[in-house]
Every structure is written in structure tokens, then in C-alpha cells.
């Protein structure tokens, strides 16, 4: 096609060639990527099912919820026998290799943020069936069910659980991370009342701290 665009005299034919050329440069490089994603969407596309394992280690016990980020799945690690999370991301999340590099480098990020009201990460799974998060299992309930079982907190009670957020963030940012997803469903009361923010491994990345700060007033709005 190059050599046929090369060889192509002045004028109306010239560019006639040139866009054809172009089109079918341009078809094939579409079909290429639709085929890539097609094969990878049919590789990753197993869903977890209850008493299955993952990586050899993980049997999933109970399906906890589901979201735009993925599942969640209480699970018993054999290994040093206790309960853990496990999270599958959403396919769109690992849509292409480029992008499953990506997000598996985000995750691995965000495992190494340690602090009382961030949700720890023990393990990222790179696996032919999808990309797995392993991670603490806290018992309690997001605040956004809260909100929609009880209404809005007072502002105090508002106050107290937003400053647990503040306190996530702040470490968060002190390590050139931003969760970039904040919202309601994303922060957990536990059963003690602790403040543990969920989802760091999922959306974490650098950026600017300042889209964390709107969502943190989107919560508050809340």
C-alpha cells in the first residue's frame, strides 16, 4: 500500500490512492485490536463460583456484593487459615493487556499503603481467569447502606466519620497516591465503629490530590 502511494501522480488520483490506502491501513489495524480484545475478554471471562479456589489457595465461601469495580467474595485462606476478601475487577476494568498491566500496577501500589483506616491489601493475582485482590476482611457495613437504611448522619456523627477518611487520605497522598474513587460505598464502619476506606487497590494512581477532596465533599454533601 505504501509502495502503491509512493508510486501515485499528482492530483485527483494521488489522493484518491492516499485514502484508500489510508481506510484499509486503518480496517485492518481495527480488526486486529477487535480480535486482541475479543481473545482476551474470552480468557478472563470464567466467573467465581461459590467452593471454587483461586490461585491455589483462596476457596470462596460467599458472594458479599457486587459493583462497577467488580465482585467481592468472603473467602478462606488454606494457607494461614483465615477469612479474607477476595475481589475480582471488572472486565472493562482489564479490558486489554495494556490496561490489565496498568491496573495490576495500581494495585500493587496501593498494597503498600499501611494505616488503621485503609483496608489492607495481602496479595494481587495475575491469573488466567481474571485479575484477583486479596485482601483484609472487615466486618461491618458500607455507609452508603447505612444512608440508605437510616437517612443522613447528624453533622457531628458526619464529622467523626469523615475525619477517618481525611486521615486515610492523608497518608495516602503522603505517598504520591490518590484513591481517585471516593464515595459512600466505599467507606466502611465497623462493628466497633473503626472507619476503614475500601477500593484503594482498585482505583489508586497518581494524580492530582484534589479530585480525592471532591469527592471527599461529595460524601459530606451525602
Known amino acids: 500500500l505504501w509502495a502503491l502511494w509512493g508510486r501515485a501522480g499528482a492530483g485527483g488520483a494521488a489522493f484518491a490512492l492516499r485514502r484508500r490506502a489510508a481506510r484499509l491501513l ?8 477487535q480480535e486482541l480484545a475479543s481473545a ?97 476482611h472487615v466486618s461491618g457495613q458500607p455507609v452508603r447502606r447505612l444512608l440508605e437504611k437510616n437517612g443522613p448522619f447528624a453533622p457531628a456523627r458526619a464529622r467523626q466519620i469523615l475525619e477517618g477518611v481525611c486521615a486515610a487520605l492523608e497518608h495516602a497522598h503522603s505517598q504520591g497516591v490518590t484513591h481517585r474513587n471516593l464515595r459512600t460505598s466505599n467507606i466502611m464502619l465497623t462493628e466497633d465503629g473503626t472507619v476503614r476506606v475500601l477500593d484503594f487497590s482498585v482505583a489508586a494512581g497518581a494524580g492530582d490530590a484534589s479530585v480525592d477532596l471532591r469527592g471527599l465533599g461529595t460524601c459530606l454533601y451525602e
Open 26 to 33: 486503518m480496517g485492518r489495524e481495527d480488526r486486529l485490536k
Open 40 to 136: 482476551f475478554t474470552t480468557q478472563t471471562a470464567a466467573a467465581p463460583k461459590e467452593g471454587g479456589v483461586i490461585g491455589g489457595q483462596y476457596r470462596l465461601d460467599s458472594l458479599l456484593g457486587k459493583g462497577t469495580t467488580g465482585e467481592v467474595w468472603a473467602a478462606f485462606d488454606a494457607t494461614l487459615k483465615r477469612t479474607v476478601a477476595v475481589k475480582k475487577m471488572a472486565l472493562d476494568l482489564v479490558a486489554d493487556p495494556e490496561a490489565r498491566q496498568r491496573r495490576l500496577a495500581e494495585a500493587h501500589t496501593a498494597a503498600g499503603l499501611q494505616h488503621p483506616n485503609i483496608v489492607a491489601v495481602f496479595e494481587v493475582l495475575d491469573l488466567p481467569a481474571g485479575v484477583f485482590l486479596v485482601f483484609e
